[in-house]
């Protein structure tokens, strides 16, 4: 199954609707997104994609932008 950065995309918007998650790389770095957001968001990925994000995976790295958070989906999903 190959999620599309608009399938993440449309997942974040359901969490926080107003940001721009095509452009922005820095949604952990200038805290777009809080710790809360980030549980809605691996809650919302098991839900939506049945992919489930283990603890070492919850980094800024991988949620600082849509593009890291579908290339971590699909990475998880394909491991799967």
Do not use: W
């Not at 926080?16 to 919302?44: G, K, M, N, P």
């Amino acid at each position: 199954m190959d999620i599309t950065l608009d399938d993440v995309i449309e997942m974040l918007e359901d969490i926080q609707e107003d940001v721009d998650y095509r452009s922005c790389t820095t949604l952990i770095d200038d805290h777009v997104l809080d710790s809360f957001d980030i549980l809605a968001i691996v809650s919302a990925a098991d839900d939506e994609f049945d992919v489930t994000i283990p603890a070492k995976d919850i980094v800024p790295g991988n949620f600082n932008s849509a593009q890291a958070l579908c290339a971590l989906i699909n990475r998880l999903a394909d491991e799967d």
